[in-house]
């Protein structure tokens, strides 16, 4: 591994991300130069701003040895012209690739840049070579990695031989970037995301000559465990197998001079084509541009822009279609200006003429799903277009058989609870951790789970345990690790289906840190761990002992992956509203699931899905596979960004702080022991060893700002920040609000937050210190009023009467008692008052008839057939908030009248009989 033990750069200490380091770095240079520039026609002394570019030239030499453009050979120009002490074209040159990088500018060029060496004026981007076969017209850029130890001459074969390859007719266009080593290639493929393929060639070393601290996590981010370190065709292969877990997406090409019989079925299924060192350069230019094209292509956005082309008579549905109802008519064409025609040319119910039918796909819908499960790791992935709450609601019923038991976390989305409802399960509610002193509620503990699971195979239930429902991430950005959950699970009952709601989480895909712990890749380690043979191994040794010690391990031979995730596409990644995608990673999907599946997609789905919203779906997944990495690691770096201005700015620190992960885990699931991402005193923690190793983590993207201090609660702030300053939020408690930085956030957008939280922080401040005494007396009651909230109750239980007759585990029957409020001759109305608290306080018990849904937290409180607590009844009488569905204020809470309940007991108790008989 590398030396790491030098002095850190200060620059590098105070940055999260090294390719902003990178951006800072060439800033700095530019500001140097001209700093240089000027003292030369001043005739000042220059041995201060010549050191000065001098060190940033050092640093850059490291940084763009991982980028095609600038690259090393522009820095070394750049060097020789400080050593000539040429600053005017010093100064010119930099200026002009600070501005190409700054926005990405290099990247929306017709042509790939070469050798400036010999132009007059960087600045006029007329005098750009042509590359052979290069033409003008924007295309897109990438940058091809190759992994060799060559010298400077087969360097410049290379890069000459490919160049050659060039086409009028190609798609896009790339730049080379070279590496010498091993470990300087996992640098390359984390540093450098532009990369999109990468060329592992002959002998190349394995340790990296680079020291800088800022690349040490870009090794550090696999595994504790010490990298490989093989040779020959093993090292290629090895290294194949590092770059593929850490980028999927990238397409991987071996060339060697190795016999054909040390190569054939033995690289894997990482490599997407091996090549001989003879073979020519046209093939492997062509191999490049073909990985490249298969994920451009969206075939149904390309199928329905193609279709808007045609001049169409419309007679059936739809006159909008081609904006005709609004161009022939007088008093509609504002909504024909304000969208623009194209919308409108591609609305059409058609699913002929080179469209296809979501219903039943079979074209380039069809395709476009494929792409979609390649993308995310799927087996299958199936496109929604009426929201994640459909998507949960498909899933449920395909899988859910009336009378299932379902463990599902007591505060997930409303959707679960319905879908319950509808496919007719017995749910068993997983209580979660709570956060009182925040009004948050955190996630559910492995042993609840497990604690529950056992209770229901003590009592002889396991077989009607069906599915477990987890969120990951939940809204405040708490995460499972579900490899860990499944698998301790699966060892208890190895035919559990699991649906983790990942609607906030789709992203996590594309971050080789955040990735371990979403559902489809989980399910792909487990399965080929599962498999392995050294696990059956390791279960047969465990067997044989009677178990051993520790928790037990899965049998092999039984535990099935049955793994599905619901994305809120929309939320997170390129969608339109309500774009969502259902992925499915079930082993026994085609000979168990499949049908009822898709029945359950026929309940759920419209016969007139929006096409726009199926082509914004295809054209995200393209998104991602090609720059997802890139836009995904760049959210991580701007919310670390606003949790370090945050943090060390005075002014805001006065009335607001930052939660850090230890605020909102329990100690008990964070054996890694991070606290903080950040910290003014000890600097950045470390992200990849909580992911790594906590049960529970902290998504990066989620920041909580903690504003009790303040005086205002959560739904005052936000409508300040909307009210007053444009910045718009969703999630609040009694005394936090979340902000979610996401792949459209910009430094910009950070800049502003943070500015406005200052000018929130000052207008405190100025009116505190010109406040009367009463008036701060006012100001410290009411913070001292959102510092501890009221308790936050867990569930309590189904009434008898909707449980199995005798039974000692918590399952309830949620859809008898869901269709028994139908009947209003079953519902009385209570008051939610201090006069029922007191009527439950003393024994009384009452039923909800309903779901009861304060926002926040935004889950039902109550659920039909679930007995009130005096808790539950506390909590909404102490909260503040003007949102309750399923409580009408005036007419106060349903409750099932005492004889409802006596007739459902009755009932419950005559259908046990009749079982029996």
């Known amino acids: 591994m590398m030396d790491f033990s030098d002095k850190e750069d200060s620059k590098s200490s105070e940055l999260y991300s090294a390719p902003q380091m990178r951006m800072d770095a060439w800033n700095d240079l530019q500001t140097r130069c001209a700093w240089l520039k000027a003292f030369d026609q001043e005739d000042r002394d220059l041995s201060e701003p010549k050191a000065l570019a001098l060190e940033s030239l050092e640093l ?22 400080l050593e000539r002490e040429n600053y005017v074209d010093l100064s010119t040159k930099v200026r002009e690739i600070t501005r190409l990088l700054v926005g990405d500018a290099y990247r929306q060029r017709s ?60 798609e896009f266009i790339y730049e080379i970037v070279t590496v010498p080593s091993f470990e300087d290639a996992l640098i390359a493929a984390q540093f450098n995301w532009t990369i999109q393929a990468v060329l592992l060639r002959y002998n190349y070393a394995f340790h990296s000559p680079h020291k800088h601290p800022a690349l040490k996590r870009y090794l550090e981010i696999l595994s504790t465990d010490p990298l490989p370190v093989s040779f020959g065709l093993d090292r290629s292969v090895d290294l194949g197998q590092l770059l593929h877990k850490l980028r999927p997406e990238l397409d991987l090409f071996l060339i060697t001079d190795a016999p054909l019989d040390r190569v054939a079925g033995k690289v894997g299924r990482n490599f997407r084509r091996v090549f001989y060192r003879l073979e020519q350069y046209m093939e492997q230019h062509l191999s490049i541009l073909k ?76 395709c476009a799903q494929d792409n979609a499960a390649r993308a995310f790791g799927a087996r299958q992935t199936f496109f929604v277009t009426n929201g994640t709450s ?122 080789p840190t955040l990735r371990r712990r979403t559902a489809m890749d989980s399910a792909d380690r487990l399965r080929k761990k599962f498999q392995s043979k ?22 092999p031979s039984k535990a099935r992956m049955r793994v599905y995730a619901t994305h809120s596409t929309h939320k997170t990644l390129t969608s339109l509203r309500q774009g969502s995608m259902i992925h499915v990673y079930d082993e026994d999907f085609e000979q168990k699931a499949c049908d009822s599946f898709h029945e359950a997609f026929m309940t759920h789905t419209s016969t007139s899905p929006n096409y726009q919203i199926v082509a914004s779906l295809d054209v995200g997944r393209r998104q991602v596979e090609l720059e997802g990495f890139e836009m995904v690691e760049q959210t991580i770096g701007l919310a670390m960004i606003l949790r370090q201005r945050v943090t060390e700015h005075p002014e805001i620190a006065r009335f607001f702080k930052l939660l850090r992960p230890a605020d909102m885990i329990p100690a008990e699931y964070r054996p890694s022991e991070v606290d903080f991402y950040f910290d003014r005193e000890h600097g950045w923690g470390q992200l990849d060893r909580a992911y790594r190793k906590d049960e529970i983590t902290l998504d990066p993207t989620r920041v909580t700002l903690y504003i009790g201090d303040s005086g205002m609660n959560g739904e005052e702030f936000r409508h300040l ?197």
């Open 291 to 366: 990985g490249i094209r298969a994920r451009f292509e969206a075939p149904f956005f390309n199928a329905l822009r193609k279709f808007s082309t045609k001049p169409t008579g419309v007679f059936h549905a739809l006159p909008i279609a081609r904006g005709k109802s609004m161009s022939s008519g007088h008093w509609a064409k504002d909504l024909l200006e304000f969208y623009g025609t194209n919308i409108f040319m591609a609305e059409t119910s058609a699913t002929s003429g080179g469209l296809d039918s979501l219903l039943q796909p079979k074209g380039p819908i069809k």
């Open 111 to 170: 042509v790939v840049l070469e050798d400036w060496s010999d132009l007059e004026d960087c600045n006029d981007s007329r005098r750009e070579r042509r590359p052979p076969g290069g033409t003008i017209g924007s295309r897109p850029y990438f940058e091809v990695l190759v992994v060799d130890g060559m010298d400077a001459y087969d360097l410049e074969d290379l890069r000459e031989g490919l160049r050659r390859c060039r086409r009028d007719s190609d």
């Open 534 to 555: 050294e696990y059956i191994a390791s279960y047969a040794e465990q067997a044989s002992h009677g178990g051993g010690s520790g928790h037990p391990m899965v049998d």
């Open 60 to 81: 850059l030499g490291t940084l763009e040895s991982y980028w095609g453009f600038p690259g090393t050979e522009r820095v070394r120009t750049l060097e020789d012209l």
């Open 390 to 511: 459909t998507a949960n609601k498909i899933v449920a019923q395909a899988m859910i058989r009336p009378g299932d038991i379902v463990l599902v976390d007591r505060d997930c989305h409303k959707s679960h609870h319905y879908a319950l409802v509808l496919a007719g399960a017995m749910p068993v509610y997983l209580d979660s951790y709570a956060l009182p002193k925040y009004s948050i509620y955190g996630a559910v503990p492995l042993e609840e789970i497990e604690r529950q699971l056992l209770e229901l195979k003590d009592a002889g239930k396991l077989d009607n345990v069906r599915m477990l429902i987890l969120t990951n991430c939940t809204f405040d950005g708490l995460t499972y690790d579900p490899a860990r959950v499944m698998e301790r699970i699966l060892a208890i009952k190895p035919d559990m289906i699991f649906l983790w709601d990942e609607a906030w989480y789709a992203y996590a895909r594309f971050s």
């Open 721 to 917: 920040l909307m009210d007053e300053y444009d910045i718009q939020i969703n999630k609040t408690s009694r005394n936090t609000v979340l902000f979610m930085p996401n792949i459209g956030t910009t430094r910009g957008d950070i800049a502003y937050l943070v500015d406005v939280l200052v000018d929130i922080a000052n207008d405190i401040s100025d009116r505190l210190a010109a406040e009367s005494e009463s008036g701060i007396e006012r100001h410290e009651a009411k913070v001292e009023s959102l510092i501890e909230g009221p308790p936050l109750p867990n569930f309590s239980r189904f009434h008898d009467a909707f449980q199995p007759s005798g039974s000692t585990t918590p399952e309830g029957d949620l859809r008898r008692a869901y269709f028994l409020a139908y009947d209003e001759d079953n519902i009385d109305l209570i008051d939610l008052d201090h006069d029922t608290l007191k009527l439950i306080q003393d024994g009384h018990e009452y039923v909800s008839a309903a779901f009861v849904t304060p926002y926040p937290p935004g889950f039902p409180l109550l659920v039909p057939g679930q007995v009130l607590s005096a808790e539950i009844i506390a909590f909404l009488l102490a909260i503040e908030v003007k949102e309750i569905h399923g409580y009408d204020p005036i007419k106060g809470l349903r409750v099932f009248h005492e004889q409802a309940i006596e007739q459902a007991a009755a009932n419950n108790r005559n259908s046990s009989i009749q079982e029996k008989i």
